[in-house]
């Protein structure tokens, strides 16, 4: 694919090409994308009535390479692989490769801390922590005196 830039008539103008030239080599997507790419997966965090499930979106990666650690009441999710050629490909952007991330969660109270399980499936890492007894809602009627 061959890409095309534009110069929008500046040629003519002795400042503009220079100019120009300046911030398209500063700003152009190949630079700064890489930068500005998340070096953590995105995260969903969602509450039910008897759990909190959290999914971190982790394409790429293998179960064996995550690490789960619960330190009081931080969860803590990191990953580090090893950056293989992939079928001797040199790649000229990559954007969706978790090579290696750290994310840390606190747990709120309410939060069962021997309750917790993680499943690994389609690049989503889901974490599903049970809620304690006393701290799922109840419902009750209220009788009007």
């Keep these: 694919m061959t890409l095309v830039k534009f110069n929008n008539g500046l040629k003519n103008n002795p400042v503009g090409p220079f100019f120009n030239d300046v911030f398209d080599s500063i700003l152009n997507d190949s630079y700064l994308g890489d930068k500005l790419i998340a070096r953590v997966p995105a995260v969903n965090i969602a509450e039910t009535e008897n759990e909190f499930d959290v999914a971190l979106a982790v394409p790429g990666l293998k179960k064996e390479d995550f690490k789960i650690n619960l330190d009081k009441n931080v969860l803590t999710v990191s990953a580090d692989k090893k950056v293989e050629a992939v079928g001797g490909k040199k790649f000229s952007k990559r954007e969706y490769s978790y ?3 750290t994310r840390s969660f606190t747990l709120p109270e309410s939060a069962d801390h021997s309750k917790i399980e993680a499943d690994y499936t389609d690049g ?6 049970a809620k304690k007894e006393e701290a799922k809602f109840q419902s009750r009627e209220i009788a009007v005196k």
């Design 99 to 101: 090579n290696s991330f």
């Design 124 to 129: 989503i890492l889901t974490l599903i922590i």
